[in-house]
C-alpha cells in the first residue's frame, strides 16, 4: 500500500483528498458511511442529497426549476415556474422509495387524489402529482413568504400575534378532519405565512405517503407472520417528535385528528413561551405575561389522552378567539355567559342508534358495533366512533327518557335513554346506551344508565335553564315497533324452533357433505365460474376440499380485543381473536376480522389463501397464519379487510392447495457450474421458468439468487433434488414477486449445495370454496351458504 | 487533550447548556469546552467577512470571551436548536454589534477603520474574500461557509481522537493501515493485500476493520449528539453536515426574511 502524502484519492469517490486527514480519505465519505450504519443499529437511511437543479430540468420539460428552497427528511422543495401559466410553483421532490416500501405508488396516488380535492385558502394547494422519470413529485402553490420557524427565529412573537395565527389554522385543520384527512404533522416549519400575512399549513398527508402501514398489503400467499416489533419500529413513528401526539409515538396507526390538536397546542405554546413544553409542563402563564385564562386553552389541547382535548379544531379555534377577543382578564367581565372551555361532566363509552336501526337487531345482544365513546360536557353532548362524530348542543335538546328494553330483548332487564333533539329544524331521536361490561350483574348495569340519564337531564336544565320534557313512552319508536312486531315475532320465533328441530333432526341422519372440486386437468376457460350447487349452511360452517375441510369460524370488529365475536350469520360467538398489534383502518371503510380454521388430512402443510370481490369495494389487508402442530392439529388463518360501509353481508373465498407437489419444470446442476435456468411455454396460461445463480461462496455457504413463475392458480416453488432422492424447497429470504415472477436469495451449506443433482419449480393446484352470506355485523341474521368455485374472484393484475 | 477530551464526551452537552441557560457552573463549563472544538469554524467565519483585516483571531476570542461571561441576554433568549445554528447567529450577533462599534468610532473621528466593502487585492488571490459574499444584507457570508467547516472540524476531532486511542494502545502501524478502510472502497481486492501487509487472516482483517468503524462511528455520533437537542435529530444533523461538506460554499442561501406581516385577527 503506497499513498503519496501529497497527493491522495479517497479509495471510495477517488476525490483529491487531504492525507494528513485521514490516510486519504475524504470527510463526506467518512460521514456517509456513518451515516450508513455498521447494520442492525438505528440508523437505516442512507442521507440523500436532492436532485440538482440540471437533473431536474430534464424531467420537467414543462417547469423552469428556479433553485432549491428547502430540504427535510422528507424531500426536497423547489422554487419553479409553470412555463405554460407562467406562474410560480413549489415543486416538492419525495425521498426515493426503495424495497421497504412496496405499496408506495399506490399510496402515493391515493394520497396524493385527497388532498389535491382540499381547497382551502390557508391549506397549500396541490396542482398536480405523479411520477416524472425517477422522481415521484408534487407541485403546489408557491408560498412567498417565511415558514413559522423562521418567523420565530428572527424573534419573539407577541401573544395577540400568536393568537391570530391560530385561529385560521384551526379552520384548515377543521375543514380537512371533515374531510377525513389528518396532517400528522403539524410543526412550525410547516406552517407558512405570505406576504399578505395569510397562514398556509403544508404538507399535508405527506407523512403517510412515505410510511406504509405492514398489515395494509392484500398478499395472500405462503402466510407472512405479523409483523414483529423490530418491524414496527421501522415503520418509523410519523411526526416530529417535539410535535407529536403521545397516541403518535405510541400506536401510531390509531391516531386520528385529535393528534394534529396536540401539534397545534406545541405550536401554540412555543409561540408563547419561546420553549417546547417539557416533561413537567408548565402552564405558559407561569413563564409568560400572558392571559391566565390562556393556560386553561393550551393545557388541554396538550392533553395525553385525546379524549380530554378539544374534540374538533373548531373547538380550539372558539377558545383562542374567545380570550383573543376579550383582552380584560376574566374577572373584570361583568356576565360571564360561557366559559372559553366547557368543563367535562362525564365521559364512557356508550351504544348509539336510531330508531330505526332497533328494528333489525334480533338481539341478545346489545347493539355493540355501534359502540363508542360519549361525552357529556357542560355545553353538549359528544359521541364519537370510528373518526365519526355526533355532537348534540345540550340546548338543542328537546326530551329525554329512561325506557326499558322489551322483556324478549333482554330477559334480565335493562334500560336505555332516548333522546329527542333539534337540528337544523328537524326533530330527530336516538337511542342511547352506556355500554358496561357484559359481565356485571344487571343492577350495575342499570345504575350506570340512571346514573347517564341524571347526567344529561342536569346538565341540560344547567344549560337551557329550564326543565326538560320526558318522551313519552309510548312514543318512542323501538318500543313501539317492538310492541308490534311482537306478535308476530314470537310466531316467528316457534316457527322457527320447529322447522330448526326438523332440520336438525334430518341433518344429523344424513350429514351431507359438499361435492369436492374437479382435478386440475379438468378445469379450463371454457367452464363457467359456477362450480357445485350452492348449499345451505349451519354451524359448524365447513367446507370440503379434496384433501380436507375449511371451516368458517367467526368474525369481529376491529380492532377486536375486548371485543365479541360474532358466528358467520351474526349469531353469538364464544370465540377470541387472535391479539396481534397495530390498529389497521381504511378510509371511508370499515375493518372487520375472520378466522377460518383448515383441517387437511393429506399430511402436507396445506397454503391457504383468502379472496375478497374487490369489485364490491372489499379488499384484505392483512393476515396471519398459525400452522398446524403438535398442540393444535387445525391450522388457523386471520385476516384482516376492508368493507364498504352500510355492508352487512359479504362473500368471502378461501383457495387450499394441499396435497403432494407436482413438478412443473426441472433442471439439472452439473457440477462446477454457477447459473441454472430452464423455461418452458406451454401459451398464455401456462408459462412455466424457474432459475438459480450462485452469488457469492463463502467457506462454509453457498449463496443463492434464484427465480421461478409467480402464479394465482397454483402455489408454488422452487425445491431441489439430492443425491439421495429427497426434495427440499428453498427457503428464501426478501423475496419479491415482479410480474409473474418471484426472486428470492437464499444460502445453503456447502455440503447440501453440493448434493444437488437438479432443481425443479414445483406447483400445487388452488382448489376454491366460496361462503356466501357471511354477516358483517353482530346480530344481524344471514343464511350461510358454500359452494366450490373453479376461479376465484378477479384481482388486480400482479406485479 | 487526548484523554480530556475522551471524557468531555460524557459531559459536554448542549441540552445541559439549555436546561441551565448557561447559568450553572456546569453548563458554563460544557460550553466552554463546545466553544473550543469549534473554534474553527467561527474563526473562518470571522476572517471571510472581515475581508482583508487581519484581526479576525483577535475578534474570535473576543467573541467566545463575551459568550462564556454570558452576558448578553440576547445570546441566552436563542439558546435552543441545535449548538450549531446557536453559535452562528451568536457570531452574526456580535460582528453586527462590532460593525456598528466601529460605524460610531468613525464618524467621531477616531482612527479610520475598513470598512466592510473594502477588500485589500492581496487576500482576495489567497482566497480570503470572494466577490459573492455580498449575497446578505448584512454583508456575511454565506451560512454553507461556516457548516461546511464545522462538519470538518467533526470528522478531524473524532479522527484525531481515533487516532489518539490507537497510539495509546500501541497501534499506530496498524491504524495507518486499517484508516483508509472506514469507508468501502471501490477496488475492494486491496483488502487481500493489506491483510497480508497486517499479517492478519481476512476474517480477523474484516474484524478489525468493523470494529474501528464501529468506534468512529461512535465517536461521531458522540459528537454531533453533544450539540443537539434530542438523540432523535442526530441522524437529522449528520445528513445536514453530509450535504454541508458536499455542496460548495458559495452557493447561495436563502435568505430569512425579518419583517413578515402577521394576520390581522
Known amino acids: ?799 | 487533550m487526548s484523554d480530556r477530551a475522551a471524557n468531555s464526551f460524557q459531559t459536554t452537552h448542549w441540552t445541559q447548556v439549555i436546561a441551565a441557560r448557561g447559568n450553572s457552573p456546569a453548563a458554563k463549563r460544557a460550553l466552554r469546552e463546545l466553544s473550543e472544538m469549534y473554534y474553527g469554524p467561527v474563526e473562518l467565519f470571522i476572517r471571510r467577512y472581515r475581508g482583508g483585516c487581519q484581526d479576525a483571531r483577535d475578534l474570535t476570542h473576543e467573541f467566545f470571551a463575551k459568550l462564556l461571561e454570558g452576558d448578553s441576554l440576547d445570546n441566552v433568549d436563542r439558546m435552543r436548536g441545535r449548538f450549531r445554528t446557536y453559535l452562528l447567529g451568536a457570531v452574526k450577533h456580535f460582528l453586527e454589534d462590532q460593525h456598528d462599534r466601529e460605524r460610531t468610532l468613525k464618524r467621531g473621528g477616531g482612527q479610520t477603520l475598513r470598512s466592510l466593502d473594502q477588500s485589500s487585492p492581496d487576500d482576495s488571490a489567497a482566497g480570503e474574500t470572494g466577490p459573492s459574499d455580498i449575497t446578505d444584507p448584512h454583508g456575511f457570508p454565506p451560512d454553507a461557509f461556516f457548516d461546511r467547516k464545522w462538519a470538518l472540524a467533526v470528522v478531524e476531532q473524532a479522527m484525531f481522537l481515533l487516532r489518539a486511542e490507537a497510539e495509546a494502545n500501541n497501534e499506530l502501524a496498524r491504524f495507518e493501515v486499517l484508516q483508509r478502510w472506514l469507508v468501502t472502497p471501490e477496488d475492494r481486492s486491496t483488502a487481500v493485500t493489506a491483510a497480508w501487509t497486517l499479517e492478519l487472516t481476512d476474517a480477523a482483517f474484516r474484524v478489525a476493520v468493523h470494529r474501528l468503524r464501529k468506534r468512529f462511528r461512535q465517536l461521531i455520533v458522540n459528537r454531533i449528539a453533544a450539540t443537539v437537542q434530542d438523540p432523535a435529530e442526530v441522524q437529522d444533523e449528520l445528513n445536514y453536515l453530509i450535504r454541508a461538506i458536499t455542496s460548495p460554499p458559495t452557493s447561495k442561501e436563502p435568505i430569512t426574511p425579518i419583517d413578515v406581516q402577521l394576520p390581522r385577527s
Open chain 1, 1 to 799: 500500500m503506497i499513498d503519496s502524502l501529497i497527493d491522495s484519492k479517497c479509495p471510495r469517490c477517488g476525490a483529491v483528498t487531504d492525507a494528513a486527514l485521514a490516510g486519504g480519505v475524504c470527510p463526506a465519505c467518512l460521514l456517509r458511511q456513518v451515516a450508513f450504519g455498521t447494520g442492525g443499529d438505528d440508523f437505516p437511511v442512507m442521507p440523500w442529497t436532492p436532485p440538482d437543479v440540471a437533473e431536474l430540468t430534464s424531467a420537467f420539460p414543462q417547469l423552469e426549476i428556479i433553485e432549491l428552497i428547502g430540504c427535510g427528511g422528507m424531500g426536497a422543495v423547489y422554487k419553479a415556474r409553470q412555463k405554460s401559466l407562467g406562474r410560480l410553483v413549489a415543486l416538492k421532490i419525495l425521498v426515493p422509495q426503495r424495497a421497504t416500501n412496496p405499496d408506495f405508488a399506490e399510496r402515493f396516488s391515493r394520497e396524493a387524489k385527497t388532498l389535491a380535492e382540499v381547497n382551502h385558502p390557508n391549506i397549500v394547494t396541490v396542482y398536480d402529482f405523479g411520477q416524472a422519470g425517477e422522481f415521484y413529485f408534487l407541485t403546489m402553490e408557491f408560498v412567498d413568504g417565511a415558514n413559522l420557524r423562521q418567523v420565530m427565529n428572527a424573534g419573539r412573537l407577541r401573544p395577540e400575534q400568536a393568537l391570530a395565527i391560530v385561529p385560521p389554522i384551526c379552520e384548515a385543520l377543521q375543514f380537512a378532519h371533515d374531510r377525513g384527512i389528518v396532517h400528522r404533522d403539524i410543526k412550525p416549519e410547516n406552517l407558512l405565512l405570505d406576504k399578505d400575512g395569510r397562514i398556509k399549513i403544508a404538507d399535508f398527508g405527506i407523512a403517510r405517503m412515505l410510511h406504509s402501514a405492514p398489515a395494509e398489503r392484500d398478499s395472500g400467499r405462503a402466510g407472512a407472520p405479523p409483523p414483529g416489533p423490530a418491524e414496527l419500529t421501522l415503520q418509523s413513528v410519523l411526526g416530529t417528535p417535539q410535535y407529536m401526539a403521545p397516541e403518535q409515538r405510541d400506536s401510531p396507526a390509531s391516531v386520528d385528528h385529535r393528534a394534529d390538536i396536540f401539534s397545534l397546542g406545541v405550536v401554540l405554546y412555543e409561540m408563547l413561551t419561546g420553549e417546547l413544553p417539557g416533561v413537567n409542563l408548565q402552564p405558559p402563564s407561569k413563564k409568560v405575561q400572558i392571559d391566565v385564562r390562556l393556560d386553561e386553552i393550551v393545557l388541554r389541547a396538550l392533553e395525553q389522552k385525546p379524549e380530554l382535548r378539544f374534540q374538533t379544531a373548531t373547538e380550539f379555534q372558539t377558545g383562542v378567539e374567545t380570550v383573543a377577543l376579550h383582552p380584560t382578564s376574566a374577572r373584570s367581565s361583568p356576565v360571564e355567559i360561557r366559559p372559553a372551555a366547557p368543563r367535562v361532566l362525564k365521559t364512557g363509552q356508550a351504544c348509539l342508534i336510531t330508531s330505526e336501526q332497533f328494528a333489525i337487531y334480533w338481539g341478545q345482544l346489545l347493539p355493540w358495533q355501534s359502540r363508542g365513546v360519549l361525552v357529556l360536557d357542560e355545553r353538549q353532548l359528544t359521541f364519537s366512533r370510528d373518526g365519526t362524530m355526533t355532537v348534540i348542543p345540550l340546548t338543542a335538546i328537546r326530551a329525554l327518557n329512561l325506557l326499558p328494553y322489551p322483556r324478549l330483548m333482554y330477559p334480565a332487564g335493562a334500560h336505555f335513554v332516548s333522546l329527542t333533539f333539534e337540528e337544523d329544524g328537524q326533530s330527530k331521536s336516538l337511542i342511547l346506551t352506556p355500554f358496561v361490561s357484559l359481565f356485571r350483574w344487571p343492577s350495575h348495569f342499570r345504575r350506570v344508565i340512571a346514573d347517564w340519564y341524571a347526567a344529561i337531564r342536569a346538565a341540560v336544565v344547567a344549560a337551557t335553564g329550564h326543565e326538560l320534557a320526558t318522551t313519552p313512552a309510548n312514543e318512542v319508536s323501538p318500543s313501539g315497533t317492538f310492541r308490534r312486531l311482537l306478535p308476530m315475532s314470537t310466531a316467528l320465533l316457534l316457527l322457527v324452533l320447529i322447522v330448526g328441530c326438523l332440520l336438525a333432526v334430518i341433518l344429523f341422519t344424513r350429514r351431507e357433505k359438499l361435492t369436492a372440486v374437479r382435478p386440475p386437468e379438468a378445469s379450463d376457460t371454457l367452464s363457467p365460474s359456477f362450480g357445485a350447487p350452492v348449499r345451505q349452511m349451519h354451524p359448524p360452517f365447513m367446507a370440503s376440499y379434496h384433501e380436507g375441510t375449511v371451516e368458517l369460524v367467526a368474525l369481529a370488529p376491529h380492532p377486536s380485543a375486548g371485543e365479541s365475536c360474532w358466528q358467520p350469520d351474526g349469531a353469538p360467538s364464544t370465540e377470541r381473536m387472535p391479539e396481534l398489534e397495530g390498529h389497521n383502518w381504511a378510509a371511508g371503510k370499515i375493518v372487520r376480522e375472520i378466522l377460518l380454521r383448515v383441517h387437511s388430512q393429506s399430511g402436507t402443510p396445506p397454503s391457504p389463501v383468502l379472496r375478497f370481490d374487490r369489485t364490491s369495494n372489499f379488499s384484505g389487508m392483512g393476515h396471519a397464519i398459525y400452522p398446524a402442530d403438535k398442540k393444535t392439529p387445525l391450522m388457523i388463518i386471520y385476516q384482516q379487510f376492508a368493507a364498504p360501509p352500510g355492508a352487512c353481508q359479504f362473500n368471502v373465498q378461501v383457495g387450499v392447495a394441499d396435497g403432494p407437489w407436482e413438478t412443473a419444470l426441472a433442471f439439472d446442476r452439473p457440477a462446477n457450474q454457477y447459473e441454472f435456468s430452464a423455461s418452458q411455454g406451454g401459451g398464455a396460461n401456462d408459462n412455466w421458468e424457474g432459475s438459480v445463480q450462485t452469488t457469492a461462496q463463502d467457506g462454509a455457504t453457498v449463496a443463492l439468487a434464484f427465480s421461478y413463475s409467480d402464479r394465482v392458480d397454483y402455489e408454488t416453488r422452487l425445491a431441489y433434488l439430492k443425491a439421495d432422492g429427497t426434495i427440499n424447497p428453498l427457503r428464501g429470504s426478501n423475496s419479491a414477486s415482479v410480474q409473474g415472477v418471484t426472486r428470492s436469495i437464499a444460502s445453503l451449506p456447502r455440503n447440501e449445495f453440493a448434493s444437488i443433482k437438479q432443481f425443479q419449480v414445483q406447483r400445487r393446484h388452488y382448489q376454491w370454496v366460496e361462503f356466501r352470506n357471511v354477516s358483517l355485523e353482530p346480530g344481524f341474521k344471514t343464511s350461510v351458504e358454500s359452494r366450490s368455485v373453479d376461479r376465484p374472484f378477479a384481482q388486480p393484475p400482479q406485479g
